[in-house]
């Protein structure tokens, strides 16, 4: 009998694979990173070609690393970056285009005039999204009017519409499936969220054939059977999908009610079981499916920053201050403070709860004074400052406080950004041993899809590794905030 679950972990800057027990252990993991494009200013694509290689190799090298066969392969679970478009044709398989990934600000003009035609309440009323280019609505209509036949295609059935989730069961079923699950879905801008369905006056306000779309499934089901995708062997059932924010909240055992988690990758998304009604957001979140199962839905309130651990790569990248991300922390910490010095990481907007598109990052405060370490620690205090801004609008929305906050990605391994978060937060963070907790949501769904467990199983697997408590003096708390406060407000343009 097969012991193991695949995760396939298909992020933003690369693709992991994880080799999970049963018992929760991982076995086995590799990662690969793939290309970025930036063509234009604003603009974010990635090729399809390149993201299934991507995957073929992290699939390759998990299973090598783990020392399993593919016939050992329980089952699969996926899980991916969220908004990010492609189109490709159904008979061949091959994306017509570049895929617009959810940081493409391309489609910024198109949601202002949206907005300015007074579209904006409605949409936010069916989906619980705001009208923002991050999401996917307006990047498949653009893809459709600026591809070459592209729209003529799609009406007449030839191209296929998808998030990352749906291109890979195609490619695992040689073209047999197109789906996507309800937490993809409900990201698109075209479901209603009440029904977990395609909407048609969303698709017509968007100007998206319906024929384009995927049939939307629960995100723990066996949805499709692997077939002649060369990587595994054909007929292991893939029975979990999830967003990766969503995989994360489940990967962390967030079932409860007021359950919460941040996780730290390219950005900082911070989600909220609020259970099986959606919670209208008045402060600037999004509502969500946090997962299907069943005939059971269960949302969650989401704040998105769009600029987390992207910031130190910036700092890598764009200045040169350090050689690589994992410098941060010791350059950081050779200040005792940032010395008075703020960084609003906008550097691709603001998403949560300001959602302004055409906010930039800035740095205040530098003096004569001001050192690398200063800016580098300002920029670890910024995504924590990003982060409580989020928090702060999910605690009014629901109405209640958060007790505590489970942490997770690669940033929630660095023990000064933690400290500082639970600091700034007045909230005890807890860190479990695996980070990789959106790959092991995944695997956990995809064990409750083919019925090797049931979701409780999923909370006695999680080991913290380590809590931090609030430690910061209300005084010292307030003066941070205003600092943060005064430094959002000249990146939204003020003066």
Same mark, same amino acid.
């Given at each position: ?6 995760? $396939? ?10 080799? @999970?027990?049963? !018992?929760? !252990? ?17 603009? &974010? ?22 020392k399993v066969r593919g016939d050992d392969v329980a089952a699969i679970g996926i899980t991916n970056q969220r908004e990010t478009t492609l189109l490709w044709d159904r008979r061949t398989k091959e994306p017509i285009a570049r895929a617009v990934v959810w940081q493409d600000r391309r489609t910024a003009e198109e949601c202002d005039r949206l907005k300015a035609e007074g579209r904006a309440d409605f949409i936010r009323e ?58 993809? +879905? ?49 007929? $292991? ?10 995989? +994360? ?11 919460? %988690? ?7 998304? +911070?989600?909220?079981? @609020?259970?099986? %009604? ?7 979140? &999004?509502?969500? &499916? ?5 005939? !059971? ?17 910036? =700092? ?6 350090? %050689? ?17 010095? +703020?960084? &609003? ?71 000064? =950004? ?8 007045? @909230? ?50 307030? !003066? ?16």
């Amino acid at each position: 009998m097969a012991k193991h679950l695949l995760a $396939i972990d298909q992020g933003t800057t690369g693709s992991t694979a994880l080799v @999970v027990s049963l !018992e929760g !252990e991982t076995l086995g993991r590799h990662n690969q990173e793939f290309p970025q494009h930036f063509p234009e200013p604003g603009w &974010v694509e990635h090729d399809a070609r390149e993201i299934w290689a991507s995957v073929e190799a992290a699939v390759s090298g998990a299973l090598a690393a783990a020392k399993v066969r593919g016939d050992d392969v329980a089952a699969i679970g996926i899980t991916n970056q969220r908004e990010t478009t492609l189109l490709w044709d159904r008979r061949t398989k091959e994306p017509i285009a570049r895929a617009v990934v959810w940081q493409d600000r391309r489609t910024a003009e198109e949601c202002d005039r949206l907005k300015a035609e007074g579209r904006a309440d409605f949409i936010r009323e069916r989906t619980g999204l705001v009208l923002d280019a991050y999401f996917s609505g307006t990047k498949i209509a653009w893809l459709l009017d600026h591809v070459q036949g592209a729209r003529e295609r799609a009406e007449a059935g030839e191209i296929a519409f998808g998030t990352i989730d749906s291109y890979l069961v195609s490619r695992l079923t040689a073209g047999a499936e197109h789906v996507t699950d309800a937490t993809n +879905a409900s990201r698109t801008l075209l479901m209603d969220l009440a029904r977990c369905a395609w909407d048609p006056e969303l698709l017509a306000l968007f100007r998206v054939p319906e024929r384009v779309l995927p049939r939307i499934t629960g995100s723990a089901e066996v949805i499709a059977t692997t077939r002649g995708a060369g990587i595994v062997p054909d007929g $292991i059932p893939i029975a979990g999908i999830a967003g990766d924010q969503q995989a +994360a909240l489940f990967g962390q055992a967030c079932f409860r009610e007021g359950d919460a %988690k941040c996780t730290y990758g390219t950005g900082a998304f +911070a989600l909220m079981n @609020v259970g099986a %009604k959606p919670v209208p957001s008045a402060h600037g979140l &999004v509502t969500t &499916v946090a997962w299907k199962i069943g005939d !059971e839905t269960t949302y969650a309130l989401e704040g998105s920053a769009f600029i987390a651990g992207a910031a130190v790569q910036w =700092l890598r990248d764009g200045l040169g201050i350090v %050689k690589s991300s994992s410098e941060i922390e010791a350059l950081a910490r050779s200040v005792s403070s940032s010395l008075g010095v +703020a960084f &609003v990481p906008a550097l691709a907007g603001l998403g949560a709860p300001y959602w302004d598109q055409g906010a930039r990052g800035i740095v205040t405060g530098i003096t004569r004074g001001t050192t690398a370490a200063h800016l580098a620690r300002a920029t670890l205090e910024g995504i924590a400052f990003e982060v409580w801004d989020l928090l702060r609008a999910m605690c009014l929305d629901a109405g209640r406080p958060i007790a505590r906050l489970r942490v997770d990605g690669g940033a929630a391994k660095n023990d000064l =950004l933690m400290q500082f978060q639970a600091d700034i937060a007045a @909230v005890a963070v807890e860190r479990p041993r695996d980070v990789e907790s959106t790959g092991r949501g995944a695997a956990m769904l995809a064990a409750v899809g083919a019925g090797l467990a049931k979701p409780e199983d999923a909370a006695r697997l999680i080991q913290e590794d380590r809590s931090f408590a609030p430690a910061m003096t209300d005084a010292a708390r307030a !003066e941070h905030l205003a600092r943060w406060s005064d430094a959002v407000r000249r990146a939204l343009g003020g003066s």
